[in-house]
């Protein structure tokens, strides 16, 4: 699909709660887009905000014209914003990132090259370098979509960066409502037990600059993802191939260093540009045993015991 051919084919959802400063920010590098503003549409869903986020949505709107304000009313979790966004969006292409991130000035351009190509595009994400937790913390939660890998299938997406065909959206019929972490990871694992298949589009990037500044914040996210995301790994088992190890509470708390250090290892050693900040791997791998004490307490808790 020629996309210079097609009127307004393209929606990016920004979903928002309380974060108007970084809004404003990753809204105004949207101006600056390579793909024309007649192209594509913006919809910010506001998940219940106190603050100033439907004034900036104003003031920005003079420098994106298609862009639009949608409030929830209250706080109900981002996969029902999402949810909202999707039902309010008139593209072909519908497009996640996050308030907190940066598009590169064409990464709608090649997102959209990309999705001609496949049904689902997960694009990549960089990190901030002059902080060393935020650049941590990102090379743990995000190492698999970093530049230096090239473009190919992926099993996994990164909800900061990600593109969907509309029909694909429908068909799943959208982003569960109850999940309150890792909702982008149980939408694809959905779209692969169905067949779907991601495409990893490395030139179609996004900065994450989170506020998350200090390690007790980054090991509390860290642990609160693992105890959530290990039920669905046990609930796809057969589709993920998950080993017994992530299923035994027992065995994973014993084997933890080993297992993080095995996983911190393989970060490094398959991408090279990570390679080179080699000085960030201690901080890493205690994030990566932060990760198996939090699918630990998911699987003790009986999360992770859901049958497929």
Same mark, same amino acid.
């Given at each position: 699909?020629?996309?210079?051919?097609?009127?307004?084919?393209?929606?990016?959802?920004?979903?928002?709660?309380?974060?108007?400063?970084?809004?404003?920010?990753?809204?105004?590098?949207?101006?600056?887009?390579?793909?024309?503003?007649?192209?594509?549409?913006?919809?910010?869903?506001?998940?219940?905000?106190?603050?100033?986020?439907?004034?900036?949505?104003?003031?920005?709107?003079?420098?994106?014209?298609?862009?639009?304000?949608?409030?929830?009313?209250?706080?109900?979790?981002?996969?029902?914003?999402?949810?909202?966004?999707?039902?309010?969006?008139?593209?072909?292409?519908?497009?996640?990132?996050?308030?907190?991130?940066?598009?590169?000035?064409?990464? @709608?351009?090649? =997102?959209? +090259?990309? $999705?001609?190509?496949?049904?689902?595009?997960?694009?990549?994400?960089? #990190?901030? /370098? &002059?902080?060393?937790?935020?650049?941590?913390?990102?090379?743990?939660?995000?190492?698999?979509?970093?530049?230096?890998?090239?473009?190919?299938?992926?099993?996994?997406?990164?909800?900061?960066?990600?593109?969907?065909?509309?029909?694909?959206?429908?068909?799943?019929?959208?982003?569960?409502?109850?999940?309150?972490?890792?909702?982008?990871?149980?939408?694809?694992?959905?779209?692969?037990?169905?067949?779907?298949?991601?495409?990893?589009?490395?030139?179609?990037?996004?900065?994450?600059?989170?506020?998350?500044?200090?390690?007790?914040?980054?090991?509390?996210?860290?642990?609160?993802?693992?105890?959530?995301?290990?039920?669905?790994?046990?609930?796809?088992?057969?589709?993920?191939?998950?080993?017994?190890?992530?299923?035994?509470?027992? @065995?994973?708390? =014993?084997? +933890?260093? $080993?297992?993080?250090?095995?996983?911190?290892?393989?970060?490094?050693? #398959?991408? /090279? &540009?990570?390679?080179?900040?080699?000085?960030?791997?201690?901080?890493?791998?205690?994030?990566?045993?932060?990760?198996?004490?939090?699918?630990?307490?998911?699987?003790?808790?009986?999360?992770?015991?859901?049958?497929?």
């Amino acid at each position: 699909m020629n996309i210079s051919n097609h009127k307004m084919i393209v929606t990016v959802i920004i979903c928002t709660y309380d974060r108007s400063h970084l809004l404003r920010r990753a809204l105004s590098s949207l101006v600056h887009q390579t793909l024309k503003p007649d192209q594509f549409e913006i919809i910010v869903v506001d998940d219940g905000s106190r603050d100033e986020t439907p004034t900036v949505c104003e003031m920005l709107r003079k420098k994106l014209p298609h862009l639009r304000y949608i409030s929830t009313g209250s706080n109900l979790g981002l996969a029902h914003a999402r949810n909202v966004g999707i039902k309010a969006a008139s593209g072909n292409y519908i497009i996640f990132t996050d308030d907190d991130c940066i598009p590169a000035t064409d990464w @709608l351009e090649r =997102l959209c +090259a990309d $999705l001609d190509r496949a049904p689902i595009v997960a694009g990549a994400v960089t #990190s901030p /370098v &002059n902080n060393y937790m935020k650049l941590c913390h990102n090379i743990s939660s995000f190492h698999a979509y970093m530049p230096g890998r090239k473009s190919n299938t992926t099993p996994f997406i990164a909800g900061a960066n990600m593109g969907f065909h509309r029909r694909v959206l429908e068909e799943l019929r959208g982003f569960q409502n109850s999940l309150r972490i890792a909702q982008d990871i149980e939408l694809i694992l959905r779209a692969r037990h169905s067949g779907l298949k991601i495409l990893f589009s490395p030139n179609a990037i996004v900065l994450h600059d989170p506020e998350r500044t200090t390690v007790a914040s980054i090991f509390r996210h860290t642990f609160k993802h693992a105890a959530v995301t290990i039920s669905l790994r046990n609930r796809y088992r057969s589709l993920l191939r998950t080993p017994f190890i992530l299923r035994s509470a027992p @065995l994973l708390l =014993l084997l +933890a260093p $080993l297992i993080a250090l095995k996983v911190t290892f393989q970060i490094y050693l #398959s991408n /090279v &540009n990570i390679a080179k900040l080699f000085w960030t791997a201690p901080l890493v791998y205690m994030l990566k045993i932060t990760w198996c004490l939090g699918a630990y307490r998911g699987l003790r808790s009986g999360r992770g015991l859901k049958k497929e």
